[in-house]
């Protein structure tokens, strides 16, 4: 499978369990000229700004290792176009991040980290 298919059947999978979770999921795969958040939600009154890394081994490192500090800026603009976008101001955001392990054609390993990071 190539990087695309397992990108997508990662999101799957952690909209699946957001939504297990009680969330509801608002958006996926919201772009903007510059970039895209993987699944926006809401938890209650709280947006959720989710990214979604999912790995077949951890030769380059862990899922949670690719959310880099660039990465965590870019999110942190991209949420606040979001919300303007949508109309959301003003509004409580969280950012978490949902790594995912494959380990089988039909299995992964989720891991939830709820307020990942915040706005720097």
Same mark, same amino acid.
């Given at each position: 499978?190539?990087?695309?298919?397992?990108?997508?059947?990662?999101?799957?999978?952690?909209?699946?369990?957001?939504?297990?979770?009680?969330?509801?999921?608002?958006?996926?795969?919201?772009?903007?000229?510059?970039?895209?958040?993987?699944?926006?939600?809401?938890?209650?009154?709280?947006?959720?700004?989710?990214?979604?890394?999912?790995?077949?081994?951890?030769?380059?490192?862990?899922?949670?290792?690719?959310?880099? @500090?660039?990465?965590?800026?870019?999110?942190?603009?991209? @949420?606040?176009?979001?919300?303007?976008?949508?109309?959301?101001?003003?509004?409580?955001?969280?950012?978490?991040?949902?790594?995912?392990?494959?380990?089988?054609?039909?299995?992964?390993?989720?891991?939830?980290?709820? @307020?990942?990071?915040?706005?720097?």
């Amino acid at each position: 499978m190539d990087r695309t298919g397992i990108g997508r059947r990662g999101e799957d999978a952690a909209v699946a369990y957001l939504e297990r979770a009680g969330m509801r999921v608002v958006d996926r795969n919201w772009r903007d000229g510059r970039g895209e958040l993987d699944i926006v939600a809401l938890d209650g009154d709280t947006l959720v700004i989710c990214e979604v890394k999912t790995r077949m081994t951890d030769g380059q490192g862990t899922p949670e290792e690719a959310v880099s @500090a660039a990465k965590r800026r870019r999110l942190v603009r991209l @949420a606040a176009s979001y919300v303007s976008a949508q109309g959301l101001e003003p509004c409580q955001i969280r950012f978490d991040v949902i790594a995912l392990r494959v380990i089988a054609d039909d299995r992964a390993l989720l891991r939830h980290h709820r @307020a990942a990071f915040e706005v720097e």
